[in-house]
């Protein structure tokens, strides 16, 4: 199915080495808004530098992959260190297979993680790479927001007693 991730997670915190072992994993490919930072801030959520740091030190090839304009990612990639891709048109497929070779690794590799059913978890499913759906960090009030993600509930039903916490 399009729409359904492989993994449906809190957050990106919840991908530790336990999981990348299990799941032959070394490789992401990271949306940016909502899943490493908020919409529109120029820095990192909380413990996102560290996660970051540990997923390195795991061997773990990460670069970004963003809708938003080099302007907007540029500088909060530079910040954590991370390779990008800005108007990466998820969900077509472009962004995400540049990134995979841009990281040489192989799509069985990789994840694509993200907040966005019609985008990042899309740009995934399309391109064959396995999927990571996370919760954004904060829920956004504009009417846009509200009304993607009423969108996205009639297409992947978010029931939350599924959601591995961790």
């Known amino acids: 199915m399009l729409f359904k991730p492989t ?19 070394k490789a992401f490919v990271l949306d ?21 740091d540990k997923m390195r ?19 909060l990639a530079d910040m954590l260190g991370l390779e990008f891709t800005s108007n990466g048109a998820k969900p077509l497929t472009f ?19 993200g907040d966005q059913i019609f985008t990042d978890v899309l740009a995934g499913n399309f391109a064959g790479v396995r999927t ?6 904060h829920l956004e009030n504009k009417w846009t927001f509200r009304l993607k993600r009423k969108i996205e509930s009639l297409v992947f039903h978010r029931d939350y007693s599924d959601l591995e916490l961790k």
Request: aromatic fraction near 8%; proline fraction near 4%.
């Open 95 to 113: 962004g995400v297979n540049r990134a995979i070779k841009a990281m040489d690794v192989k799509k069985s590799e990789a994840l694509v993680i």
């Open 57 to 75: 030190g795991l061997g773990v090839k990460m670069r970004v992959v963003s809708n938003n304009t080099t302007k907007r990612v540029k500088p």
């Open 32 to 52: 940016m808004d909502n899943t490493l930072s908020m919409h529109g801030d120029p820095k990192a959520e909380d413990g996102v530098m560290e996660w970051l």
């Open 7 to 25: 993994f449906w997670l809190k957050n990106v915190f919840s991908i530790d080495e336990e999981f990348l072992k299990k799941n032959g994993v």
């Open 132 to 137: 990571v759906l996370v919760e954004p960090f």
